[in-house]
């Protein structure tokens, strides 16, 4: 399909509005998360992030669009929304702001242009100094000298390096450091012949670290071959180096001189390999202490554990827990502790492996004494391990917590819920009276939907309340359509109205609903008076006054 033809078909609303009706947006957020066709068009930072421009100017600053009041105060001088923009590289959008006044430029001018100097947007930078008439000089000498460093332009970096100082950089993002972390020697080279003032003994002993964990482990032992750094011993835990699968490897090859402390070898006994764990050790003019056993043993690290049993002493400090993602090593190592060492397991051991592996806490249960606490049935259950819920129910007597269910809806974890629900006798497990609070508080739908068709339980307006915060349009609609909130919405609703966070979907939705008492609502909006909940009202031609 040529590229005129398909951006013409993109283009259809009507497609585009199926097309997302079901978004999938990687970016925003720290989670995935799904945005329908009516959230994206009433969202000004999703539209930015994908660039709909033309849906932003339909939806947002033409005049007679739906909650044009409303939308022009959410839009006035909103940095956040004005910054996206930069960081998007928006252009268009950032003239659509100025020239249309929803953005103060001369008021904000310093702050913006300083991001957009930050983030490397020039044509925003220049737009914005042009149109703000300030006296800020765009000087991008520096940017563009740590760009050459990175892309390995010598030329660019000598015509360039003279004119800046180090007073624009912080260490990590200077040049010499640039140029170091991406392995380009040649221009690494030059900058500690010629830029004296950041080619100081302490930095560069701090490259050998940096670069090292940036994966360029062929960097430290070219500045010691140059004679950039001195041929003396290193403590380790100076230079910052992190326990990669790496490390052997180059520590076996290194001509750098480290030594390392008994601290060391406690880190490394956490993760690294055998062979990491006997070079240090070899290394180091001390000992171990009794952390290096409990790191291996806790972090499930079985081949150092055995090592650190047969050529140490020391002993380790009380096992208090276990992490593994192999069941099967997990068990061995339990049972090997348990036949050689002395310093024994505390009763949270059984709590952590209830969510890793049932014979575990079978041989714990059988084996030790210890026990465990009602965190062992919480944690299998949350884990979805239902034969260990199920042992340590008939042949443990600590229980489970009286949050359980509570615990389990915050969560959202309905398979599990249903299970304690079918299997459980009644009243067995303590329901929480804020079942459909936790649930709407972290926008567990289904939760909420089984809840209300499986239960004799409610929810109360604090659900209603979170489903709002969260811009949880599914959730809102559900509470209201099964009439599962009715009173005093009127003052959440202002509520949700005056916040610069609330979401005009979700609000234009509910008023269309009929659900409110009209009058109730216009005394709560008169009562909490703010411009922005007047202007969401002259909207629908409902005018509100500050009493």
Known sequence: MKSELFKNIFNNIFIRSNIFNQLQ????GPRYERFKWIQLVNSPILLIQYDYFDLFVQHWVTVGCSNYHYKQMKLKDNLDIFNEAIRCNRLNFIKCFVELNLFDLPKYSAEVIYMAMTERKREIADYLVLTSKSDFICNYSPLDLIDACISNDIETVKLLSPKVNNDHYYEANSPLFQAALNGNLEILEWLLDHRFDEANLLGRTRLIGMTFNEGQIHVPDWLLSK???????YQFSELNIDFTVNLYQWLSTTKLNIIFSSQDIDFAAQTS??????????HSKEECTEMAMYKAITHTNFEVAKWLHENYTVGAFEIDYIVSEDEKIALEMVKWFHENRTEGFSSNVMDSVASISLDIVKFLHFNRTEGCSELAMLNAIKAGHTDTFEFLKENRTEGA????????CA??????????????KPDEYQWPQDAFESAARNSHLDLIKWIHQNTSHRCSNESFNWALLNGDFEMVQYLINNKLCSNDLESIMISHISSHYSKIAVSDWLLKQNIFDHAKLIECANQNYEELIGAFFKDYNIFITDI
């Not at 390999?273 to 070899?282: G, M, Q, V």
């Not at 917590?401 to 389990?408: C, G, R, S, Y």
């Open 25 to 28: 947006n990687q970016s925003y």
């Open 273 to 282: 390999s055998l062979d990491t764990i006997k070079w240090i050790s070899n």
């Open 401 to 408: 917590p009286n949050d359980l269910i509570e615990q389990l």
């Open 227 to 233: 004679g950039y750094i001195f041929d003396i011993e």
């Open 411 to 424: 969560d959202g974890n309905l398979a599990m819920i249903q299970y304690l629900h079918k299997t459980g």
